[in-house]
């Protein structure tokens, strides 16, 4: 039998708000059917953090602001590291997934400081130009292929972490994004296998120096590439839990005031295709991190232009993963 978490989630929420009530609720469940399923367990939200300034810690949860099932502090061969955990064998996936199911280790998530649910990727690879809306903000034609580019694995930054305006720029900009997390390695995969290659997705926020997006001869590397320019989080949600990533509404707001908000309908470059693509170039290795695009109404093409400045909190939002809040400092 496989448990549909979203389903326990909304039927019981009064019952999740403790942590009696969530081990309560897995006991029962698997007293009415022992052979709880690898992907029961592990269809939820993965997340990293840490207690009290202690070391990192990889869980899992059910809900958002749900408390966590501490996975890597009860066994010490589990990673505390998502990427880590995606790439090691299936006996850790199922030690991982025994802890969840006996709700052996529970941590309050008020206790907890949530990091970015993934660190140390071996890429983070994004799509521009990939939501209609943008396009057309900018009066520009779809694009054929997809236009690809990248930031460092040092610009990743937690969901709740400041965004940190560098000295060199003056016209930093916002940019929310729907990722997609890799969970098994992949070369030349086929558009039909590419979603057996996904683990799960997560907001992410593609901030962007505009004004150095387009110095060093046009290329967008160092104007996407500064350090904090890519928050992520609050978790990894697994592909389990989305029934279509192509139809999530998404959102972003600076101080409260709406600036962009659409679909993911809207990608001119869907998921499956993406992969696919991009795999013909080069391998994909569990936890790499994919950026798919942002809808319209980002800074740059508003009149007059918006940017981002000190004191500033950006709210980035998609249906069914969660919200950030990064402050700009």
Known sequence: MVVNMN?????????LNSSAAIKQLLLNTRDQKRN?????????????????????????????????????AVDSTIPNSLPKFLAADKSVHERAKRIVAAASSLV????VK??????????????????????????????KEPTVFSKFSSTICGPTDDIVLPSVSTRVDYEVELAVIIGKQGK????????????????????????WQKRNGGQ?????????????????????????PHN?????????????????????????????????????????????????????FRNPPLYLQKGDVIESEIEGIGKMINKVV
């Open 7 to 15: 389903k326990i989630f909304f039927n019981s929420k009064k019952l």
């Open 248 to 300: 999530l509404d998404i959102k972003c707001t600076v101080n409260g005031q709406e600036r962009q908000c659409a679909n993911t309908n809207e990608l001119i470059f869907k998921v499956d295709f993406i992969i696919s693509y991009l795999s013909e170039l080069f391998t994909l290795y569990p936890g790499d991190v994919i950026l798919t695009g942002t809808p319209a109404g980002v800074g740059v």
């Open 36 to 72: 709880f399923s690898v992907s029961s367990c592990l269809s939820m939200r993965f997340v990293q953090y840490t207690v009290n300034g202690g070391p990192q810690r990889l869980g899992a949860q059910i809900c958002t602001g749900g408390d966590i099932f501490d996975i890597s």
């Open 220 to 244: 967008w590397l160092l104007g996407k590439a500064m350090d904090t320019f890519c928050p992520l989080g609050p978790a990894v949600v697994t592909k389990e839990v989305i029934d279509d």
């Open 108 to 111: 309050y998530y008020k206790d």
């Open 114 to 143: 949530l990091l970015s649910p993934v660190t140390h990727p071996d890429k983070v690879v994004c799509v521009g130009l990939n939501y209609s809306g943008h396009c057309e903000e900018q009066n520009k034609p779809f694009p």
């Open 188 to 211: 030349n995969i086929p558009k039909a296998k590419a979603y057996d290659h996904v683990f799960g997705y997560t907001i992410a926020q593609d901030i962007t120096a505009r004004d």
